[in-house]
Each structure stands twice: as structure tokens, then as C-alpha cells.
């Protein structure tokens, strides 16, 4: 079992690994920290017009393949998702002139997905078994947690992975 700060390690990888092969967003911050109501903030220049996208992301990173648990879907817990829209909820009301959006990315071992939260359909909330923190010691707790299944097609960016 991964120690916290190997855990936060890995979620920072993803999101350096994404970024490589993204020519047209900039990242602004990583805050890949346990107490950050999300990931990292990104600036994407590839809107069609002179105006920026400033994106607030939550990064997941899973040790398993996107099927291999038979979900449709991407898991992404509804607590997640509540810190980030409320992240970009305050954002705008701080820089009214600034376009922020909602974003959640999803490495697999075989595929990552970006997806922009505002244009997902998320169906129903269902409760996952998942673990309740990320452990440090090993000893982790397993809870019912509220979640969503993003539909892969959603995605805005879809990568394989080697």
C-alpha cells in the first residue's frame, strides 16, 4: 500500500505526464495537497478566440485498466466534484472578467481522460465502495461513498497510454 506522500507523488506525475503532451495548456499551479479542494490550475489558449480558459482540475490517478471493473464509466466521487464547483464558484466571483471551468482528470493505466465538468451529462448518483482517505500507513478504511460515472465519451482529451 502507497504511503500518502508516495500517493500525492504519483497524482503530481499524472499531471506533468498530461501537460507534456498538451502544447496549448500552461499550467499555473500544482496543489496537489491533502487539505486543497483540488488539483491544479491550468490556462488553456486554444478557445478559437483571444480569450483564455482557466481551468481548476482535480487529478485521479488508478492503478487498474479503464474496464476492469466493468464500470461504464469514470468514477468520480459527488464529494470531489463539490469541491471543485465551489473552487470555480470562487474564482469568478474573485476575477469577474476570468473564465473558469470545472475539470477532472482520470489516468489509467491504459488511457487518461480530461474531462470539462460543465459539459458532462452526470446521470444518477450511485454509492461505491472506496476507500475513506488516502492511507499513509497501509490501513485503509473502506466506506460508501456518493459518486458519478463519467460517460468516456465526454471526455475532452482522450490518451493512450504505452
Same mark, same amino acid.
Given at each position: 500500500?502507497? /504511503?500518502f506522500? !508516495?500517493?500525492?507523488?504519483?497524482? /503530481?506525475? =499524472? ?5 507534456? /503532451?498538451?502544447n496549448?495548456?500552461?499550467?499555473? #499551479?500544482? %496543489? ?5 479542494? $483540488?488539483?491544479? *490550475?491550468?490556462i488553456?489558449?486554444?478557445? +478559437?478566440?483571444?480569450?483564455?480558459? $482557466? +481551468?481548476?482540475? #482535480?487529478?485521479? =490517478?488508478?492503478?487498474?485498466?479503464? &474496464?476492469?471493473?466493468g464500470? =461504464?464509466?469514470? @468514477?468520480i #466521487? @459527488?464529494?470531489? @466534484? &463539490? ?10 466571483? #474573485?476575477?469577474?472578467?476570468? *473564465?473558469?471551468?470545472?475539470y $477532472?482528470?482520470?489516468k489509467? &493505466?491504459d488511457?487518461t $481522460?480530461?474531462?470539462?465538468? !460543465? %459539459?458532462?451529462?452526470l ?7 472506496c476507500? %475513506? /482517505?488516502?492511507?499513509? *500507513?497501509?490501513? =485503509? ?12 465519451? *465526454? ?5 493512450? &497510454?504505452?
Amino acid at each position: 500500500m502507497k /504511503t500518502f506522500t !508516495e500517493h500525492i507523488n504519483e497524482e /503530481t506525475e =499524472t499531471i506533468k505526464q498530461f501537460l507534456k /503532451t498538451q502544447n496549448n495548456i500552461e499550467i499555473k #499551479e500544482i %496543489k496537489n495537497e491533502g487539505y486543497s479542494r $483540488y488539483d491544479f *490550475d491550468f490556462i488553456s489558449g486554444t478557445t +478559437g478566440n483571444p480569450f483564455k480558459i $482557466y +481551468g481548476v482540475c #482535480e487529478a485521479k =490517478t488508478r492503478n487498474s485498466n479503464s &474496464n476492469d471493473y466493468g464500470d =461504464t464509466g469514470v @468514477l468520480i #466521487e @459527488l464529494d470531489k @466534484l &463539490n469541491s471543485i464547483c465551489k473552487e470555480v464558484t470562487s474564482k469568478k466571483e #474573485e476575477n469577474i472578467n476570468g *473564465d473558469y471551468r470545472p475539470y $477532472y482528470l482520470s489516468k489509467y &493505466n491504459d488511457v487518461t $481522460y480530461l474531462f470539462n465538468l !460543465e %459539459k458532462c451529462q452526470l446521470g444518477n448518483i450511485i454509492f461505491k465502495r472506496c476507500p %475513506k /482517505t488516502s492511507s499513509i *500507513d497501509g490501513n =485503509t478504511e473502506w466506506i460508501d461513498k456518493a459518486c458519478f460515472l463519467l460517460n468516456p465519451k *465526454d471526455a475532452i482529451i482522450k490518451i493512450y &497510454n504505452d
